[in-house]
T-cell receptor
Framework: NAGVMQNPRHLVRRRGQEARLRCSPMKGHSHVYWYRQLPEEGLKFMVY????????ESGMPKERFSAEFPKEGPSILRIQQVVRGDSAAYFC????????????FGSGTQLSVL | GENVEQHPSTLSVQEGDSAVIKCTYS??????FPWYKQELGKGPQLIIDIRSNVGEKKDQRIAVTLNKTAKHFSLHITETQPEDSAVYFCAAETYKYIFGTGTRLKVLA
C-alpha cells in the first residue's frame, strides 16, 4: 500500500511563473490537507479538502493560491505568479475521515523561487 | 483561533537519558493528539497518538500523557538513542490538525 505521494520533490520557478504541486493520498483516504513549512519552522495549515470540496481554506492566502481535489486524480495546490516569499516546503497529508483519525504525510515538495 | 504551544524548542540529552516534550492547546473541542518525528529532508512521520478518552499510552520507549482539564499533553522518550535525533511536532485535532512549533532533539553519544 503506497503512502502519500507528492510530486515533484523539487520545483524551481522564476518569479511570475506558476507552480503546480500534486498530491495523491493513500488508498482509501478521501481527506487531504496541505501544509507549508519554512526552514527551522513548524507546519502551517493551509487548506483542508475532501473529494470535490474545499472544507477549510482559512490558512491559504486569498490571492494567487488555490487548491482542488477532483473526483478523479490527485489533489493540486496551485500558486500563480510566484514570488520569492513562496519558497518553502509544501507537505500534503491524508486521512480516512474528518476527525480522530491518523494523518499521514507525503515527502513534500520543495519549491524554490528564483 | 486554535493554537498549540510546544516546549522546549531545542533539547539536548545524553544517550540513554530520557527526553520530555510538552504541549498545550487552546481548543477544548480537540479530541485527538498525534506526535510526529521529522528527519532532515523528509516528511513528518506519525510515531504515537492519543485520544481524549485516554490519559496515557505507551509504545516501547515512547509514551504520551494527556491532561484534558489542563489542556496539556507530553511526549516521553526513554533510553534515548542517537537515531532519536530529529524534530518532533505535537498536534491537536478538531477537524483540522494544528501543529506545535517543533522541538529539535539532539541525542549526544
Amino acid at each position: 500500500n503506497a503512502g502519500v505521494m507528492q510530486n515533484p520533490r523539487h520545483l524551481v520557478r522564476r518569479r511570475g511563473q506558476e507552480a503546480r504541486l500534486r498530491c495523491s493520498p493513500m488508498k482509501g483516504h478521501s481527506h487531504v490537507y496541505w501544509y507549508r513549512q519554512l526552514p527551522e519552522e513548524g507546519l502551517k495549515f493551509m487548506v483542508y479538502l475532501q473529494k470535490e470540496n474545499i472544507i477549510d481554506e482559512s490558512g491559504m492566502p486569498k490571492e494567487r493560491f488555490s487548491a482542488e481535489f477532483p473526483k478523479e486524480g490527485p489533489s493540486i495546490l496551485r500558486i500563480q505568479q510566484v514570488v520569492r516569499g513562496d519558497s518553502a516546503a509544501y507537505f500534503c497529508a491524508s486521512s480516512t475521515a474528518a476527525t480522530n483519525e491518523k494523518l499521514f504525510f507525503g515527502s513534500g515538495t520543495q519549491l524554490s523561487v528564483l | 483561533g486554535e493554537n498549540v504551544e510546544q516546549h522546549p524548542s531545542t533539547l539536548s540529552v545524553q544517550e540513554g537519558d530520557s527526553a520530555v516534550i510538552k504541549c498545550t492547546y487552546s481548543d477544548s473541542a480537540s479530541n485527538y493528539f498525534p506526535w510526529y518525528k521529522q528527519e532532515l529532508g523528509k516528511g513528518p512521520q506519525l510515531i504515537i497518538d492519543i485520544r481524549s478518552n485516554v490519559g496515557e499510552k505507551k509504545d516501547q520507549r515512547i509514551a504520551v500523557t494527556l491532561n484534558k482539564t489542563a489542556k496539556h499533553f507530553s511526549l516521553h522518550i526513554t533510553e534515548t538513542q542517537p537515531e532519536d535525533s530529529a524534530v518532533y511536532f505535537c498536534a491537536a485535532e478538531t477537524y483540522k490538525y494544528i501543529f506545535g512549533t517543533g522541538t529539535r532533539l539532539k541525542v549526544l553519544a
